[in-house]
T-cell receptor
Framework: DTGVSQDPRHKITKRGQNVTFRCDPISEHNRLYWYRQTLGQGPEFLTYFQNEAQLEKSRLLSDRFSAERPKGSFSTLEIQRTEQGDSAMYLC??????????FGPGTRLTVL | EDQVTQSPEALRLQEGESSSLNCSYTVSGLRGLFWYRQDPGKGPEFLFTLYSAGEEKEKERLKATLTKKESFLHITAPKPEDSATYLCAVQRYGGSQGNLIFGKGTKLSVKP
């Protein structure tokens, strides 16, 4: 399978705990995006990497969120001190052309 | 402010009953308009990119069209397997690093 992969697919955690998600983009795609999607809504942009550089962060990305893309390959998104409002589907997308973005299956986070 | 509005929110069709989904957009400098299909619990699947007014793209039973203010996704003789949420997104020139701005989607149900 050569598509975008995400791990884990599902995560249940208690309020206040830290969680980390991983995204492996399509090989050779230098641009990587993180989005968040809540029920009944479209995905909302969180942050963007070109190679290893994080070039943009949305206002949705509070100080409790941090993302990395070491060596310009896979990326991680960490949420510290989770809150119930963080419950959502976290989607990763990658692209080579900066136009069409290809999405992974997402990580469903539930904060109890 | 960039905005994408999709209608209707939900659409129920009988198998073979053709219809159209609407995506109205307001964006300062359209770089591209995208249609995605999303199945429950999965990431969005790329369908089409449209760049300029008058452009049309087709794939199987789906046809996407674009004007200066809106896009339509026409579904001809739909089958039950076409049931999904269809998302529209825009990307604009300048400013942001290519992130997509999504509508809330149209949930399509096709009954046999």
């Amino acid at each position: 399978d050569t598509g975008v992969s995400q791990d884990p697919r599902h995560k249940i955690t208690k309020r206040g705990q830290n969680v980390t998600f991983r995204c492996d983009p399509i090989s050779e795609h230098n641009r990587l995006y993180w989005y968040r999607q809540t029920l009944g809504q479209g995905p909302e942009f969180l942050t963007y990497f070109q190679n290893e550089a994080q070039l943009e962060k949305s206002r949705l990305l509070s100080d409790r969120f941090s993302a990395e893309r070491p060596k310009g390959s896979f990326s991680t998104l960490e949420i510290q001190r989770t809150e119930q409002g963080d419950s959502a589907m976290y989607l990763c997308a990658s692209t080579l052309t900066a136009v069409e973005q290809f999405f992974g299956p997402g990580t469903r986070l539930t904060v109890l | 402010e960039d905005q994408v509005t999709q209608s209707p929110e939900a659409l129920r069709l009988q198998e073979g009953e053709s219809s159209s989904l609407n995506c109205s957009y307001t964006v300062s400098g359209l770089r591209g308009l995208f249609w995605y299909r999303q199945d429950p619990g999965k990431g969005p699947e790329f369908l089409f990119t449209l760049y300029s007014a008058g452009e049309e793209k087709e794939k199987e039973r789906l046809k996407a069209t674009l004007t200066k203010k809106e896009s339509f996704l026409h579904i001809t003789a739909p089958k039950p397997e076409d049931s999904a949420t269809y998302l529209c997104a825009v990307q604009r020139y300048g400013g942001s690093q290519g992130n997509l701005i999504f509508g809330k989607g149209t949930k399509l149900s096709v009954k046999p």
